[in-house]
């Protein structure tokens, strides 16, 4: 291995001695350069050779070529640069050929090396590069999308270009970036030949233009359509429509895919959609074609509403009147004055109720119905619609919590708030319930306090999370209105019903701080019940027991050196690191938040 690598390093020696001579590098450095190669040399000599022994090497040789090149622009010698830099280039071309003839699953290896040869201007070595990496990975049409662009956009070749992405096609032929990319291919090609056009003075009339293959634009359109046959998916139709948009000369082409999708997916509601929102955002009159008659803003909103009343009678789905109030809503998002926002709100509500009576509104969308009949001020109605989405969505946890947002905003008796809770506790899944619970606390401690522990101890024989939460607010409670002793009766019953939060022992420990004769010993006791439970997850809590240690009055200093053993002893080790350099850094006096890490 040593006599091999010798060899190598010999054969670099005349570059690196040339470099001396022209005062690019000192000789300590030249001695460095030679240190760091021999030991490249060595890990690619090894058996096993891994990636990053060629990534590394690689990666030297770039860094030195380019500090080769700021050392000739400051130093300003140019001599022997095709001895010296072509030879480092070279190196790392062998190199990476080496990487990848081992790695060739690697596709950012190839990349990079491609990158590298581009940079180079070797535009040889490109072409070649990308057909050797086609013969390995052709079922990846990124990779011939990519070879395709460099031959179209830096070798300016479209033909070579047009039979990468025709043999893509052969090998992926569902694949919709390939279909993209062959459609933009082309376009951009007719682009170049109207252009070439122009600047010759060659005049053509518009007859001659749409019978040309090329100048009408008829082979994108040919693509279009043999793609379409052989992905039927209407989006992926739709999405040939921004591509043609980039070009003003396809115009035609536009239209003739808006009337194509209209015969093929009639009853799709994305067709409609495209047309209608077509409609109002060119200011096209229907069927009308781009060049036609220009609508005004008002018009446009109506021509565009008519299609999607059109739309919602031949194809009454759930999805067609989402897309319709969607649009709708967009309309009103952007009204300009209040006349026109009372107009377009008058129309949204409209459509929603439309929607409602037929059994075909979405949750969201009554949600949002009833959200802009409250902001109306009609508040019977809107507690009615309230009241229809629970019954329609009874495990929703929005529609309940909209509803009870409406009761407690316009309450009745307490009695009857009380029943709403409980009628939405029980309809939705008791995993889910948490928002409920929350916004139910807010009301019932403000309300009537006199039920609250006793309508919240309910709580704690729910799923984690609702039961931590739950524990940690009435453990609050307690404090507040029966006082310490019984707060810590109730952290003393939870201590045997688990699961707990880091937070309920948090809030143990702010009670204990609030009292005016604070005992050290309570709190040690705190602390130690949380490490038995969080010790091995968070090193934060044994940051904090620290702390208490440290700083507080009854802490004891001695104990923390055993707390700082056991804590290490005890954290998991991916945790262990990160609190030695928290324990390091912590300084008398820091406070150190309880927090779940």
Same mark, same amino acid.
């Given at each position: 291995?040593?006599?091999?690598?010798?060899?190598?390093?010999?054969?670099?020696?005349?570059?690196?001695?040339?470099?001396?001579?022209?005062?690019?590098?000192?000789?300590?450095?030249?001695?460095?350069?030679?240190?760091?190669?021999?030991?490249?040399?060595?890990?690619?000599?090894?058996?096993?050779?891994?990636? *990053?022994?060629?990534?590394?090497?690689?990666?030297?040789?770039?860094?030195?070529?380019?500090?080769?090149?700021?050392?000739?622009?400051?130093?300003?010698?140019? +001599?022997?640069?095709? *001895?010296?830099?072509?030879?480092?280039?070279?190196?790392?071309?062998? =190199?990476?050929?080496?990487?990848?003839?081992?790695?060739?699953?690697?596709?950012?290896?190839?990349?990079?090396?491609?990158?590298?040869?581009?940079?180079?201007?070797?535009?040889?070595?490109?072409?070649?590069?990308?057909?050797? #990496?086609?013969?390995?990975?052709?079922?990846?049409?990124?990779?011939?999308?990519?070879?395709?662009?460099?031959?179209?956009?830096?070798?300016?070749?479209?033909?070579?270009?047009?039979?990468?992405?025709?043999? $893509?096609?052969?090998?992926?032929?569902?694949?919709?970036?390939?279909?993209?990319?062959?459609?933009?291919?082309?376009?951009?090609?007719?682009?170049?030949?109207?252009?070439?056009?122009?600047?010759?003075?060659?005049?053509?009339?518009?007859?001659?233009?749409?019978? *040309?293959?090329?100048? $009408?634009?008829?082979?994108?359109?040919?693509?279009?359509?043999?793609?379409?046959?052989?992905?039927? +998916?209407?989006?992926?139709?739709?999405?040939?429509?921004?591509?043609?948009?980039?070009?003003?000369?396809?115009?035609?082409?536009?239209?003739?895919?808006?009337? +194509?999708?209209?015969?093929?997916?009639?009853?799709?509601?994305?067709?409609?959609?495209?047309?209608?929102?077509?409609?109002?955002?060119?200011? #096209?009159?229907?069927?009308?074609?781009?060049?036609?008659?220009?609508?005004?803003?008002?018009?446009?909103?109506?021509?565009?509403?008519?299609?999607?009343?059109?739309?919602?009678?031949?194809?009454?789905?759930?999805?067609?009147?989402?897309?319709?109030?969607?649009?709708?809503?967009?309309?009103? $998002?952007?009204?300009?004055?209040?006349?026109?926002?009372?107009?377009?709100?008058?129309?949204?509500?409209?459509?929603?109720?439309?929607?409602?009576?037929?059994?075909?509104?979405?949750?969201?969308?009554? =949600?949002?119905?009833?959200?802009?009949?409250?902001?109306?001020?009609?508040?019977?109605?809107?507690?009615?619609?309230?009241?229809?989405?629970?019954?329609?969505?009874?495990?929703?946890?929005?529609?309940?919590?909209?509803?009870?947002?409406?009761?407690?905003?316009?309450? *009745?008796?307490?009695?009857?708030?009380?029943?709403?809770?409980?009628?939405?506790? +029980?309809?939705?899944?008791?995993?889910?319930?948490?928002?409920?619970?929350?916004?139910?606390?807010?009301?019932?401690?403000?309300?009537?306090?006199?039920?609250?522990?006793?309508?919240?101890?309910?709580?704690?024989?729910?799923?984690?999370?609702?039961?931590?939460?739950?524990?940690?607010?009435?453990?609050?409670?307690?404090?507040?209105?029966? /006082?310490?002793?019984?707060?810590?009766?109730?952290?003393?019953?939870?201590?045997?019903?688990?699961?707990?939060?880091?937070?309920?022992?948090?809030?143990?420990?702010?009670?204990?701080?609030?009292?005016?004769?604070?005992?050290?010993?309570?709190?040690?006791?705190?602390?130690?019940?949380?490490?038995?439970?969080?010790?091995?997850?968070?090193?934060?809590?044994?940051?904090?027991?620290?702390?208490?240690?440290?700083?507080?009055? /009854? /802490?004891?200093?001695?104990?923390?050196?055993?707390?700082?053993?056991?804590?290490?002893?005890?954290?998991?080790?991916?945790?262990?690191?990160?609190?030695?350099?928290?324990?390091?850094?912590?300084?008398?006096?820091?406070?150190?938040?309880?927090?779940?890490?």
């Amino acid at each position: 291995m040593a006599e091999f690598v010798q060899t190598n390093i010999e054969k670099l020696i005349p570059e690196l001695e040339l470099m001396e001579r022209i005062g690019l590098f000192t000789r300590d450095e030249i001695r460095k350069i030679l240190g760091r190669r021999k030991r490249h040399e060595y890990r690619l000599r090894r058996m096993k050779k891994s990636k *990053d022994d060629y990534l590394q090497y690689i990666q030297y040789e770039l860094n030195l070529y380019h500090l080769l090149q700021k050392r000739r622009k400051r130093l300003r010698i140019v +001599d022997k640069k095709k *001895d010296i830099d072509f030879t480092i280039a070279r190196k790392i071309h062998q =190199l990476f050929k080496k990487a990848v003839l081992r790695f060739n699953d690697d596709i950012k290896l190839w990349l990079s090396h491609i990158d590298f040869c581009s940079r180079m201007g070797w535009e040889h070595a490109v072409s070649t590069m990308y057909a050797r #990496m086609l013969q390995m990975h052709s079922h990846r049409p990124e990779i011939w999308a990519a070879a395709a662009k460099w031959e179209m956009e830096s070798q300016n070749s479209p033909e070579t270009a047009r039979q990468i992405l025709q043999r $893509g096609l052969r090998f992926n032929e569902k694949s919709q970036l390939l279909w993209h990319e062959y459609f933009r291919m082309e376009l951009l090609y007719t682009e170049k030949m109207r252009k070439r056009q122009e600047v010759l003075g060659i005049q053509k009339d518009t007859q001659e233009h749409a019978n *040309d293959a090329v100048l $009408g634009a008829k082979i994108p359109y040919l693509i279009y359509t043999t793609s379409t046959n052989v992905i039927t +998916d209407v989006d992926f139709a739709l999405s040939f429509l921004p591509i043609c948009a980039k070009f003003d000369f396809a115009a035609s082409i536009e239209d003739s895919i808006y009337e +194509d999708i209209q015969n093929r997916h009639a009853g799709a509601e994305e067709t409609w959609n495209a047309v209608a929102r077509r409609c109002y955002e060119k200011r #096209m009159a229907v069927g009308s074609s781009q060049g036609g008659q220009t609508l005004s803003k008002s018009e446009a909103i109506k021509a565009a509403c008519a299609i999607f009343d059109e739309a919602v009678t031949k194809v009454p789905t759930e999805k067609m009147w989402k897309v319709y109030i969607d649009f709708c809503l967009e309309l009103l $998002g952007d009204a300009s004055s209040k006349k026109s926002a009372e107009k377009r709100l008058s129309r949204v509500l409209c459509c929603m109720r439309r929607a409602s009576e037929n059994g075909l509104l979405t949750l969201q969308h009554h =949600l949002e119905w009833v959200k802009l009949l409250q902001n109306c001020g009609e508040v019977t109605r809107a507690v009615e619609e309230a009241n229809a989405a629970t019954k329609k969505w009874t495990t929703s946890v929005d529609a309940w919590l909209l509803t009870l947002q409406l009761h407690l905003a316009h309450p *009745d008796s307490v009695s009857t708030t009380l029943n709403a809770i409980q009628t939405a506790l +029980d309809a939705v899944p008791k995993e889910d319930s948490l928002p409920i619970w929350e916004l139910s606390l807010t009301w019932i401690t403000a309300a009537c306090p006199s039920t609250a522990l006793e309508f919240l101890e309910k709580g704690l024989f729910y799923p984690p999370p609702v039961c931590t939460y739950i524990k940690e607010q009435l453990l609050g409670l307690y404090c507040l209105y029966k /006082g310490y002793h019984a707060a810590k009766k109730f952290y003393n019953r939870m201590l045997l019903q688990k699961p707990l939060s880091l937070g309920f022992f948090q809030k143990m420990i702010d009670i204990e701080n609030a009292r005016v004769s604070i005992s050290a010993d309570n709190l040690r006791s705190y602390f130690e019940d949380a490490v038995k439970e969080f010790g091995k997850d968070d090193f934060n809590l044994w940051i904090k027991y620290v702390t208490f240690e440290v700083n507080h009055a /009854g /802490g004891n200093p001695r104990n923390v050196s055993r707390l700082y053993r056991r804590a290490v002893k005890t954290l998991r080790s991916d945790v262990t690191d990160a609190f030695i350099a928290a324990y390091t850094l912590l300084q008398p006096g820091e406070e150190v938040p309880l927090e779940e890490g």
